[in-house]
């Protein structure tokens, strides 16, 4: 559960960061409801395209495990930020 919380975490810390705008809603208050809903559909289909899977109790490919760890959160950022474009939104 732990693997999937973080990924999760990272990204919430990373889109606060920057912001995300939508020009197709010129009103905050819908932009802001519509990304909300954007942002948890993003995360759910990030998540579920991109599992984390490597076994913990193999404790001698540590180093292994941490690479593979990063990669795939790397690869769930990009995946998260490709989602959020593809709907309209931009980082600024």
């Not at 020009?23 to 409801?33: C, E, I, L, T």
Request: glycine letters at 2%; charged letters at 35%.
């Amino acid at each position: 559960m732990k693997k999937i919380l973080i990924p999760i975490a990272l990204l919430a810390i990373l889109s606060a960061c920057s912001s995300w705008h939508n020009d197709n809603y010129p009103h905050p208050a819908v932009a802001k409801s519509e990304f909300k809903k954007d942002r948890q559909e993003c995360e759910k289909r990030t998540t579920e395209k991109l599992q984390i899977g490597v076994k913990e109790s193999d404790r001698t490919l540590r180093r292994t495990r941490d690479n593979v760890n990063f990669s795939a959160n790397y690869n769930r950022a990009k995946e998260f930020d490709n989602c959020m474009k593809a709907r309209g939104w931009v980082e600024r």
